[in-house]
């Protein structure tokens, strides 16, 4: 997962990148916006005449200072009136509609007289404020007067184009260039950004297989250091291991089996059984893990759980055996004995431990249930001892690991001794249960 995130990566830009090209796209706009172009539109003054009331010898015109103006500029409208009749022009009225301006239209009123004598000009000037900012306009004047009957005209002069920062001119040439661009640059920037996208594509497949090289490479290295690190095992530990199994661990199992399978033996009556040889293979087993303590001082196994049930399996066993026994008579018995001697080599030296031998008869005889939980802590203790010795050639020569063997059936029913108790036995006794349980979760099940 942690291969495909870091492959995966992303299209975001640096925060400097970002603001570089917003200040750049805010140029081109606003170059687009203010930058002038070739002026396509002639500024000029602005002239209308009415045909129609020339007919009747009225000649209306009206008069425009120029043709484009900023927002708050004058305008100068200039209107003349010739009456070429015979006759007075009689109730003449004027109007005007000039969007996107302001004026005075009671002064433009009160400037025009009722009647106009005949053979004779009118001309009148109304100023015009601009109020838009964009935009074109024109300026139209309504009138009418009396002359033998009621007559009516209109005059139009425009278009009047406001002109300024936001206008009309400046908003259409800005959207002219902004379609040529985005005309024109359409195709180059697609390519760029499908270039973009594809280097980034491309940089990411390189990513992505450099990373998985180098996971290959560490997956590589892991494996030749457990190489190297089983080679340091052969070369040093399996030795080291291979000697306490043969001189002490397996000793110990061979003399705590002999014990449980002597006993089997005495229970079914076999000629071939007696208690003299369950004394010798229980004075054999201590002297044996005496050895053991003082050769190396204590037990070493690869799993520090393991070698707590050990060594509390045979604290509880040496207690309850020295007590049943007499402290003193054990060690007497175990100072004749040598780690290596058989019960050939014991047998005629038996009368020596007559004493010792009549306590184990006494105790075995009238205590047998109890006896035989001392013997289910033998077999936890074979079967660990077992176990472990066997565990490091299991995992770095063998290659397979083997399950626990009892002999006394342990596993299947596991017992502890009972009576008469120190409190330091008490106390081991209370944590072999969750030991052997958390023990037995992490060796092979068969």
């Not at 900012?133 to 009138?143: A, D, M, R």
């Not at 105790?363 to 001392?374: A, G, K, S």
């Not at 001892?385 to 066997?390: K, L």
Request: aromatic share 10%; with cysteine; hydrophobic share 40%.
């Amino acid at each position: 997962m942690a291969l495909n995130s870091a492959a995966k990566g992303n299209f975001k830009m640096k925060p400097r990148v970002i603001v570089l090209i917003a200040i750049a796209f805010a140029a081109v706009l606003l170059a687009l916006f203010f930058v002038p172009e070739k002026n396509t539109f002639t500024s000029s003054a602005l002239f209308a005449s009415d045909a129609n009331s020339a007919k009747s010898k009225v000649n209306v015109t009206l008069h425009l200072d120029r043709n484009q103006v900023s927002r708050g500029q004058n305008l100068l409208l200039t209107m003349t009136v010739q009456n070429d009749n015979a006759a007075a022009l009689a109730g003449f009225y004027a109007s005007l509609s000039a969007p996107g301006f302001e004026w005075d239209a009671s002064k433009f009123s009160s400037q025009l007289p009722t009647n106009i004598a005949s053979k004779s000009t009118l001309t009148r000037v109304v100023p015009l404020t601009a109020l838009a900012q964009s935009g074109s306009y024109n300026v139209v004047v309504l009138y009418n007067w009396n002359l033998d009957a009621f007559r009516s005209s209109s005059l139009t002069v425009g278009p009047i184009r406001m002109v300024g920062l936001w206008g009309e001119e400046n908003w259409l040439r800005f959207g002219r260039r902004l379609a040529q661009l985005t005309k024109d640059l359409t195709l180059p920037i697609v390519l760029a950004v499908l270039g973009y996208i594809f280097q980034r594509l491309q940089s990411r497949r390189d990513r992505y297989f450099q990373l998985s090289q180098g996971r290959r490479d560490r997956a590589a290295r892991e494996q030749e250091a457990i190489r190297q690190e089983r080679e340091q095992v052969r070369q040093n530990i399996l030795p080291l291991v291979m000697t306490l199994a043969e001189q002490h661990y397996m000793p110990i199992v061979r003399g705590a089996r002999l014990l449980i399978d002597d006993h089997k033996k005495l229970k079914e009556h076999r000629p071939d059984s007696s208690e003299e040889k369950i004394f010798f293979d229980t004075l054999f087993l201590l002297k044996r893990m005496d050895h053991l303590r003082r050769s190396k001082g204590q037990i070493f196994f690869q799993n520090g759980l393991a070698e707590r049930i050990a060594a509390d399996s045979w604290f509880v066993l040496r207690e309850g055996l020295l007590s049943a026994l007499g402290e003193a008579n054990v060690a007497l018995a175990l100072k004749d004995m040598a780690v290596d001697d058989g019960f050939a080599e014991f047998q005629p030296k038996i009368l020596k431990f007559k004493k010792c031998l009549e306590g184990f008869r006494g105790y075995i005889n009238t205590n047998r249930d109890e006896f035989e939980r001392y013997l289910k802590l033998v077999d936890l203790i074979q079967a660990v001892f077992r176990f472990e010795a066997n565990r490091p050639f299991d995992e770095h020569w063998y290659g397979i690991p083997r399950p626990l063997i009892f002999e006394f059936e342990f596993d299947s029913k596991p017992e502890y001794p009972q009576r008469n108790l120190s409190e330091a036995c008490q106390n081991k006794i209370k944590g072999l249960p969750e030991e052997w349980e958390k023990y037995r979760l992490t060796t092979p099940q068969i």
